[in-house]
């Protein structure tokens, strides 16, 4: 099972910052995957880690070689956002680190929710959605969607959504992580997971069919292996079996 | 005794052509004299040989170019301009530049001058053994003999033929005058001997010119010692030579002679001829006179004008160097204080980079502990031991040093934030943010000391409202102003935090408190002034950096910061900000 978890690694050398961090971060859903001490550290687990978010530090030692490690994130084929952590509020510093086109910075000392607020600010920029989770949106991105849930912020990848519905104005999503309540509509929701294993089974339902236990026509209901039911419209049950039939 | 006078005459008229011939007539040294000159005159050392007779920049090289041009009148000037002038001139030169003179003098008539000219040169130049100055001793006997002191002339005359080489151009003239000197002192036999070299001497260089001088001057010898038979065949020649050397006055001359010699001899007609032909030359010569007159006024206007002119360019020249010498002294001056003020400048930079340099290490390596000590003691006060909690007086102590840390914090920040701002370095990265979001971070930190302090707080907050701010600086401005308002209210007090719409584009954020309040008159008088601080509830002052900070920031943000106060009614501050130009959906 894939973990819902954003990923992030840090490169920070002051013992005092990565235990703030790892304080914090796991404590409120987010994964700490790699910690590098140094550029050298930092560039070989660069090439093996996944990961969501990069925190980097911009100096290492009194020099500004996290610059340098942004750069090569930067020139990499797979761009992947990153938050410069600073103590300095020098114009200089940050003119130079602009150049790397950073997602976001955060500036030491910073407290739990600065930390939260800068991540997500980040990965909003990142994905040119800004404002997003505070309006409770979803951001999508290849083939996952990042979503604020509670005070945290989670990834959710397309495989471990049950199925989605209606609730209220919004969209209530039902995951293997949980439900979410998006401030979307269930068709621009849709127009996003069209490419995957999703299809329309009623006018307020989106089902992922790789979920499917069972299906009962005559009843108007899908059955999912998790136990939970889906109602199947007679509008939509054509069209459904026909890509039923496929998929599964 | 009626012969001698006309004689006289004739022998003085023969003698005055040669001086006046010489006048326009371009002038010859002596080979040794002009290998002097070459040798120290500037003028021609710099130019080279060819220079010569060539104009240049020099005035002693043009003094004599001038003069051997026969323009004597330029060469005077100079030559006077030359030893009025403060310049020093080697011995040489003082050498040639008087025997040019005395040569000019002696043509301008002015005998005295210029004996006392030639006789200084010949002094230099017998004291020096110029081998030139022997050619002098001949200038001046000549000038005597113009002056008709034929014995001085004679003997400067003798003393230049004791040491001249003989076959020099100018060898002729002096032995004809010599000889002449010796015919006015009657000295007959010395003048015959003179004389007759002359004649060889001229039919040896083949000076035509010359050999109707002597012709004339030796037949003038014979016919005054009454020599009738020896004299005529030589005033006979002389006509001949003076019609072949084309040379009026001489020819005049000897008309004259032949016409008084017939005339004596009662031959009338022959006598009446040859005045008739003297007649005319006089016209013509008299007409000669007169475009010479002319020639000469013109001259004199050129000179004048040449004068005026060398005296202007020397004004000129004068006034450029004044204005040189000026303004390189004046360059100078600027230079001096130019480079005196960059100096203090790099100084004052430099001990200015020390100071915020200083500053900025101190603050920012400050900072760090501080907040590290901060974080611990909250940490410690949060985890709330039991053990602790029954001890009031530990508990008290931590909480005053958690406040400390938490308020040396932001002194730290505040005067860090000052610095870089002085400095021009603070960064300042203005983008869209929401106000709930950036109160929610800075509150974060303040909600444990509200609860201490039973301090009631309330939010009012306008959902999804936008600032376009810098979020740094609008924190730092919020941390601020919440400390204060935590502050200055007292213990059950109330704070109000709130955010609204102020028109389409500004925003603003409230904090009001029911606190003591302070007079504002003081704020708006010197916001900016350091250590303008009003003692807190619990009798501390700050150090009231930070409104005259949070008033900067919040205009560098194209904000207004606004502050309401009354003395025991509590403070509000309004923060005004402006919204992004197009609000996210």
């Given at each position: 099972?894939?973990?819902?978890?954003?990923?992030?690694?840090?490169?920070?050398?002051s013992d005092e910052d990565i235990s703030q961090l790892e304080e914090v971060l796991p404590s409120r859903?987010?994964?700490?995957?790699?910690?590098?001490?140094?550029?050298?550290?930092?560039?070989?687990?660069?090439?093996?880690?996944?990961?969501?978010?990069?925190?980097?530090?911009?100096?290492?030692?009194?020099?500004?070689?996290?610059?340098?490690?942004?750069?090569?994130?930067?020139?990499?084929?797979?761009?992947?956002?990153?938050?410069?952590?600073?103590s300095?509020?020098?114009?200089?510093?940050?003119?130079?680190?602009?150049?790397?086109?950073?997602?976001?910075?955060l500036i030491k000392p910073f407290n739990t929710p600065e930390l939260l607020f800068?991540?997500?600010?980040?990965?909003?920029?990142?994905?040119?959605?800004?404002?997003?989770?505070?309006?409770?949106?979803?951001?999508?991105?290849?083939?996952?969607?990042?979503?604020?849930?509670?005070q945290s912020?989670?990834?959710?990848?397309?495989?471990?959504?049950?199925?989605?519905?209606?609730?209220?104005?919004?969209?209530?999503?039902?995951?293997?992580?949980?439900?979410?309540?998006?401030?979307?509509?269930?068709?621009?929701?849709?127009?996003?997971?069209?490419?995957?294993?999703?299809?329309?089974?009623?006018?307020?339902?989106?089902?992922?069919?790789?979920?499917?236990?069972?299906?009962?026509?005559?009843?108007?209901?899908?059955?999912?292996?998790?136990?939970?039911?889906?109602?199947?419209?007679?509008?939509?049950?054509?069209?459904?079996?026909?890509?039923?039939?496929?998929?599964? | 005794?009626?012969?001698?006078?006309?004689?006289?005459?004739?022998?003085?008229?023969?003698?005055?052509?040669?001086?006046?011939?010489?006048?326009?007539?371009?002038?010859?040294?002596?080979?040794?004299?002009?290998?002097?000159?070459?040798?120290?005159?500037?003028?021609?050392?710099?130019?080279?040989?060819?220079?010569?007779?060539?104009?240049?920049?020099?005035?002693?090289?043009?003094?004599?170019?001038?003069?051997?041009?026969?323009?004597?009148?330029?060469?005077?000037?100079?030559?006077?301009?030359?030893?009025?002038?403060?310049?020093?001139?080697?011995?040489?030169?003082?050498?040639?530049?008087?025997?040019?003179?005395?040569?000019?003098?002696?043509?301008?008539?002015?005998?005295?001058?210029?004996?006392?000219?030639?006789?200084?040169?010949?002094?230099?130049?017998?004291?020096?053994?110029?081998?030139?100055?022997?050619?002098?001793?001949?200038?001046?006997?000549?000038?005597?003999?113009?002056?008709?002191?034929?014995?001085?002339?004679?003997?400067?005359?003798?003393?230049?033929?004791?040491?001249?080489?003989?076959?020099?151009?100018?060898?002729?003239?002096?032995?004809?005058?010599?000889?002449?000197?010796?015919?006015?002192?009657?000295?007959?036999?010395?003048?015959?001997?003179?004389?007759?070299?002359?004649?060889?001497?001229?039919?040896?260089?083949?000076?035509?010119?010359?050999?109707?001088?002597?012709?004339?001057?030796?037949?003038?010898?014979?016919?005054?010692?009454?020599?009738?038979?020896?004299?005529?065949?030589?005033?006979?020649?002389?006509?001949?030579?003076?019609?072949?050397?084309?040379?009026?006055?001489?020819?005049?001359?000897?008309?004259?002679?032949?016409?008084?010699?017939?005339?004596?001899?009662?031959?009338?007609?022959?006598?009446?001829?040859?005045?008739?032909?003297?007649?005319?030359?006089?016209?013509?010569?008299?007409?000669?006179?007169?475009?010479?007159?002319?020639?000469?006024?013109?001259?004199?206007?050129?000179?004048?004008?040449?004068?005026?002119?060398?005296?202007?360019?020397?004004?000129?020249?004068?006034?450029?160097?004044?204005?040189?010498?000026?303004?390189?002294?004046?360059?100078?001056?600027?230079?001096?204080?130019?480079?005196?003020?960059?100096?203090?400048?790099?100084?004052?930079?430099?001990?200015?980079?020390?100071?915020?340099?200083?500053?900025?290490?101190?603050?920012?390596?400050l900072k760090t502990p501080i907040h590290l000590i901060k974080n611990k003691l909250f940490k410690v006060l949060s985890e709330g031991d039991n053990e602790l909690r029954t001890s009031p007086k530990k508990w008290q102590s931590l909480n005053e040093s958690y406040h400390l840390s938490k308020r040396t914090s932001l002194l730290m920040d505040n005067?860090?934030?000052?610095?870089?701002?002085?400095?021009?370095?603070?960064?300042?990265?203005?983008?869209?943010?929401?106000?709930?979001?950036?109160i929610a971070q800075v509150l974060f930190d303040y909600h444990p000391v509200m609860t201490e302090k039973k301090v009631q707080f309330r939010e009012?907050?306008?959902?999804?409202?936008?600032?376009?701010?810098?979020?740094?600086?609008?924190k730092t401005?919020l941390r601020n102003l919440l400390d204060n308002a935590i502050k200055f209210t007292n213990p059950g007090g109330q704070i109000?935090l709130?955010?609204?719409?102020?028109?389409?584009?500004?925003?603003?954020?409230?904090i009001?408190d029911?606190g003591?309040?302070?007079?504002?008159?003081?704020?708006?008088?010197?916001?900016?002034?350091?250590?303008?601080?009003?003692?807190d509830t619990t009798g501390n002052?700050g150090?009231?950096?930070g409104?005259?900070?949070?008033?900067?920031?919040?205009?560098?943000?194209?904000?207004?910061?606004?502050?309401?106060?009354?003395?025991?009614?509590?403070?509000?501050?309004?923060?005004?900000?402006?919204?992004?130009?197009?609000?996210?959906?």
């Amino acid at each position: 099972m894939i973990s819902n978890k954003i990923k992030i690694f840090l490169l920070e050398d002051s013992d005092e910052d990565i235990s703030q961090l790892e304080e914090v971060l796991p404590s409120r859903h987010y994964e700490i995957i790699g910690i590098a001490r140094s550029f050298d550290e930092a560039t070989s687990l660069f090439e093996r880690l996944e990961f969501d978010i990069a925190i980097i530090d911009i100096f290492l030692n009194g020099r500004p070689e996290g610059i340098r490690f942004a750069e090569t994130i930067y020139r990499s084929n797979t761009k992947k956002p990153f938050i410069f952590l600073t103590s300095s509020i020098d114009k200089e510093v940050f003119s130079k680190a602009k150049m790397t086109d950073p997602s976001n910075y955060l500036i030491k000392p910073f407290n739990t929710p600065e930390l939260l607020f800068a991540i997500e600010l980040a990965l909003e920029r990142f994905l040119q959605k800004e404002g997003a989770f505070a309006q409770q949106q979803p951001v999508f991105y290849e083939g996952s969607f990042f979503a604020r849930d509670g005070q945290s912020l989670v990834k959710v990848s397309y495989e471990d959504i049950k199925y989605a519905t209606v609730e209220g104005p919004y969209c209530s999503l039902i995951t293997e992580r949980g439900d979410f309540i998006l401030h979307t509509s269930l068709n621009r929701f849709m127009d996003e997971l069209k490419n995957g294993p999703f299809i329309r089974s009623h006018r307020n339902f989106i089902v992922n069919l790789r979920k499917i236990n069972k299906v009962y026509p005559n009843d108007n209901l899908i059955l999912l292996s998790s136990g939970e039911k889906v109602l199947l419209s007679r509008r939509h049950k054509e069209e459904f079996f026909q890509r039923y039939k496929i998929l599964k | 005794m009626l012969l001698p006078q006309p004689y006289l005459g004739v022998i003085l008229g023969i003698y005055l052509s040669l001086g006046s011939l010489s006048h326009a007539q371009e002038k010859k040294y002596s080979a040794k004299f002009k290998s002097e000159i070459q040798q120290s005159c500037p003028g021609c050392q710099h130019l080279g040989n060819d220079s010569f007779l060539h104009l240049g920049s020099n005035d002693f090289h043009n003094a004599h170019v001038y003069f051997s041009r026969g323009e004597i009148d330029s060469a005077y000037v100079l030559i006077s301009k030359i030893s009025e002038s403060k310049r020093k001139i080697d011995v040489k030169g003082q050498y040639i530049l008087l025997t040019l003179k005395g040569i000019v003098l002696d043509e301008k008539r002015l005998y005295d001058d210029a004996v006392i000219s030639l006789s200084k040169a010949i002094e230099i130049g017998t004291e020096n053994q110029y081998p030139s100055a022997p050619n002098i001793y001949a200038i001046l006997g000549q000038v005597y003999l113009e002056q008709r002191e034929f014995q001085l002339g004679a003997n400067w005359l003798e003393k230049w033929k004791a040491s001249a080489d003989l076959g020099s151009p100018e060898q002729p003239v002096n032995i004809h005058n010599l000889g002449l000197c010796y015919l006015h002192l009657k000295e007959y036999q010395r003048a015959e001997e003179n004389l007759l070299l002359g004649y060889r001497l001229n039919d040896q260089f083949r000076d035509t010119l010359g050999l109707a001088r002597s012709s004339l001057d030796i037949a003038n010898l014979y016919y005054t010692q009454y020599k009738d038979s020896l004299a005529m065949p030589y005033f006979k020649k002389g006509l001949q030579f003076a019609k072949n050397a084309n040379d009026l006055p001489i020819l005049q001359n000897a008309y004259l002679n032949l016409a008084v010699v017939y005339e004596n001899a009662k031959e009338y007609a022959k006598a009446l001829g040859y005045r008739k032909e003297y007649e005319k030359i006089h016209d013509s010569i008299w007409n000669r006179d007169r475009i010479w007159q002319l020639a000469k006024k013109e001259k004199e206007i050129a000179v004048a004008a040449r004068e005026e002119m060398l005296k202007a360019e020397t004004e000129r020249k004068n006034l450029y160097r004044i204005i040189g010498l000026i303004l390189l002294s004046l360059l100078g001056i600027g230079s001096y204080f130019t480079y005196k003020i960059a100096r203090q400048k790099k100084l004052i930079t430099h001990l200015n980079q020390t100071k915020d340099k200083l500053f900025s290490i101190l603050t920012h390596d400050l900072k760090t502990p501080i907040h590290l000590i901060k974080n611990k003691l909250f940490k410690v006060l949060s985890e709330g031991d039991n053990e602790l909690r029954t001890s009031p007086k530990k508990w008290q102590s931590l909480n005053e040093s958690y406040h400390l840390s938490k308020r040396t914090s932001l002194l730290m920040d505040n005067t860090l934030h000052w610095v870089l701002q002085n400095k021009g370095q603070l960064l300042f990265d203005p983008k869209q943010h929401e106000l709930k979001a950036i109160i929610a971070q800075v509150l974060f930190d303040y909600h444990p000391v509200m609860t201490e302090k039973k301090v009631q707080f309330r939010e009012e907050l306008e959902p999804a409202l936008y600032a376009y701010v810098d979020l740094n600086s609008i924190k730092t401005v919020l941390r601020n102003l919440l400390d204060n308002a935590i502050k200055f209210t007292n213990p059950g007090g109330q704070i109000i935090l709130s955010t609204g719409m102020e028109d389409t584009c500004n925003c603003w954020v409230r904090i009001a408190d029911n606190g003591q309040g302070f007079d504002t008159t003081t704020l708006q008088s010197n916001h900016r002034a350091l250590n303008n601080s009003t003692p807190d509830t619990t009798g501390n002052t700050g150090t009231g950096l930070g409104l005259g900070l949070c008033k900067e920031l919040v205009g560098k943000n194209n904000g207004q910061l606004n502050i309401t106060s009354k003395i025991g009614n509590g403070t509000i501050v309004t923060m005004v900000l402006p919204r992004p130009k197009q609000e996210m959906k």
